[in-house]
């Protein structure tokens, strides 16, 4: 990079903490403290690790941090343009700007990650989870650089990332897989006469990657051509690379995992194995560890073929081995992620270690720090992922401010992992993942109570979250008896994901009155900041001389748009009815309300995105189901479909342009049955 580069780079470092734009190397707001414990570490390791550069964002890099910091290693963080603010950036020693919001200009631009190593004089790069921590190029950059990447050697990334090549691995090493087509002809013909042959349902699969992204099932014949191409889009935007693999759908299974460790010895070990089978988008929501009902011998052949399919490709580093297990127990190699999972807190909790602090450990050349007899299983821990989604409306990602966020105490059979303070934003440019509660306690039934507990302990004012939903899954009766499989959601869902009432009108009444009394304190303390109480600009009564003034304010309940006519009457009071029906407020207060019809659903954008596909254009004639447009936001995509039969009036985004959430996307010519319903 050209020096007037790299001095830009170093002008914007840390400018999160305001600390002077000095053209200096190093910051050295703890350098003395840090100095001195890094000492004793730099002499055990013989690599010398006393600085890592962490190249992710959110409540992983903090976690990485932590440990970094209670060994006695500087750490460094890097930041978008949208995270300038974050608690990634407040908690490392040193913090630099690397670009725009968009990942791609960011977190995923391998180059200004290597630039800012070589600026800050880190040793070793942390890559986290997702971004360029399963990227084989970056890490073959990394030794290139003679930087410590701390994971797996290039060519085990290769191997296990690309799951065509993985699969005849594991096969050439005894370890068992699922029938399917790894092979090199990407062509639509080839594909979908594999799928014919292995028999539907399949699983298409994004060759690289994982996360759940880049992957459909499909049932039928008939629908294999629209989901190869969603899939391939997902996997391009994802993983810059839409090269597909074909799978047998092994109905009902659950997700089981093993967590591996190797290093540079030759020596791997399992440290147990991690239920993940709950999952919606096929990606997953809660997580345990050890897994319900499974027996010692089988424990032990699953983590015995995880540390089998780990030597293969000669593991270094954190690794897991994912596994699809039937009702009869048979596992089947699924894939590996050579990386950190986002799930290991549990494994850390049954086992009693840090997994972090191991991988800096064999990163510097050291050995793993316990045999595989030394490592043993206590109790049982849960893991629940608390996302900014709305579980009603089929888990849409939300975006937006955590205006109130309160969480249960942190103690040692408690952990609060997370990224997030109370005012700080959910982004759209990142994953919708607010943090991860993880409980232990002796057995499966002790934590899953402390599970429950915590849960309800946890307040998020702002946007919409899954925490109820969580509540309800963690109580559901099936998942007590942990009878759990990937179809778990779908199979309970109307016990999970009741209908939705409509909100009681008294309720929408008070919400009305909330509104107009917030306005009223806030024109008060205006008026009391200047001293000016006959100012126009200090009054909310709605006063007027000769006649009521009536207001119209819509609220929204759930999908539908309540309009409501507020009157504000000469008395001070407020008055409202229904129809014919006065409704009282227990305020004496009084409003007027009316219900208005909600916009069709399906042509409302469910959540702040860019337009990736527009199907459609004014006058085509479409039908109830038919996709109209593809939205991708925090890294999924979503189809809007037709809400009902009809003819396109207007399409209101082109493709690459952005919409908010609940924007009309696309309008309808009134049909006229329309018109009659009207009338």
Not at 158 to 170: E, H, N, P, V, Y
Not at 480 to 506: C, M, W, Y
């Amino acid at each position: 990079m050209a020096a007037a580069s790299a001095v830009s780079v170093l002008l914007v470092a840390a400018e999160r903490n305001r600390w002077q734009r000095v053209p200096s190397l190093l910051l050295t707001s703890r350098k003395w403290t840090w100095k001195q414990r890094t000492m004793k570490y730099a002499t055990t390791t013989g690599r010398n690790i006393t600085k890592v550069l962490i190249a992710n964002r959110g409540e992983i890099a903090c976690r990485v941090m932590r440990t970094a910091r209670r060994m006695g290693v500087q750490s460094v963080a890097v930041y978008s343009e949208a995270d300038r603010n974050s608690m990634h950036v407040d908690m490392a020693d040193e913090a630099y700007s690397i670009g725009p919001a968009p990942s791609q200009q960011s977190y995923l631009s391998m180059e200004k990650i290597i630039q800012v190593a070589r600026i800050s004089a880190a040793q070793a790069i942390h890559p986290g989870y997702g971004f360029l921590s399963e990227n084989m190029e970056f890490a073959e950059l990394c030794k290139q650089e003679g930087i410590i990447f701390i994971g797996p050697p290039s060519s085990a990334i290769r191997d296990m990332g690309i799951k065509s090549t993985s699969k005849s691995i594991m096969a050439a090493a005894g370890v068992p897989i699922v029938e399917g087509y790894h092979g090199e002809d990407q062509s639509d013909q080839c594909l979908k006469e594999h799928a014919g042959r292995i028999g539907y349902p399949v699983m298409i699969k994004a060759v690289r990657g994982g996360g759940g992204k880049g992957m459909r099932i499909v049932r039928s014949e008939n629908e294999f051509q629209e989901q190869l191409e969603s899939a391939r889009r997902e996997a391009k935007k994802s993983f810059n690379d839409d090269a597909m693999l074909i799978e047998k759908f092994v109905d009902t299974p659950r997700h089981v995992e093993v967590q591996v460790f190797g290093d540079h010895h030759g020596n791997a070990v399992y440290l147990f194995e991690r239920d993940c089978s709950v999952q919606r988008r096929h990606q997953k929501i809660i997580e345990e560890a050890p897994g319900p009902g499974i027996k010692p011998e089988v424990r032990k052949k699953l983590g015995e073929a995880a540390v089998k399919a780990a030597k293969a490709v000669n593991y270094v580093g954190a690794g897991t081995v994912e596994f699809i297990m039937d009702s009869q127990h048979n596992f089947y190699f699924m894939e590996m992620n050579t990386r950190l999972q986002v799930e290991h807190p549990i494994t850390e909790m049954i086992t009693g270690t840090d997994l972090v602090e191991w991988q800096l450990r064999i990163a510097a050349g050291e050995r793993i720090p316990l045999s595989q007899d030394e490592i043993t299983l206590q109790g049982h821990a849960f893991e629940a992922r608390i996302y900014a989604e709305d579980p009603d409306n089929n888990f849409m990602p939300g975006a937006g401010p955590l205006v109130h966020l309160s969480t249960p105490p942190a103690d040692l059979s408690t952990r609060i992992e997370t990224g997030v303070r109370q005012g700080d934003e959910v982004s759209v440019h990142y994953d919708p993942m607010i943090a991860k509660l993880v409980v232990w306690a002796a057995d499966r039934q002790a934590a899953l109570t402390k599970l429950r507990y915590s849960l309800r302990q946890y307040h998020i004012v702002g946007l919409h979250t899954n925490i109820d939903f969580l509540l309800s899954l963690a109580g559901h009766p099936e998942f007590e008896a942990g009878n759990v499989h990937t179809d778990f959601i779908p199979q309970h869902r109307e016990a999970l994901l009741p209908s939705r009432k409509a909100t009681d009108k008294e309720l929408l009444c008070q919400a009305a009155l909330g509104l107009i009394l917030k306005e009223k304190a806030m024109s008060d303390a205006f008026r009391i900041q200047t001293q000016d109480q006959y100012s126009p600009f200090a009054f909310s009564s709605g006063r007027r001389l000769n006649n009521c003034y009536t207001r119209n304010m819509t609220l929204r309940d759930g999908k539908n748009n309540v309009a409501i006519a507020v009157t504000y009457n000469r008395d001070g009071s407020y008055s409202m009815q229904e129809g014919s029906v006065q409704i009282d407020i227990p305020v004496p207060k009084y409003l007027t309300l009316a219900s208005s019809e909600g916009t069709q659903e399906g042509t409302l954008a469910p959540m702040t995105g860019t337009i990736e596909k527009v199907f459609v254009k004014a006058g085509d004639r479409v039908k109830a189901g038919d996709s109209l447009m593809v939205m991708i936001a925090m890294k999924m995509e979503h189809t809007i479909k037709a809400p009902k039969d009809g003819t396109i009036k207007k399409v209101f985004y082109q493709e690459g342009s952005q919409a908010n959430r609940h924007a009309p996307l696309v309008q309808f010519e009134e049909e006229e049955s329309d018109k009659r319903e009207a009338k």
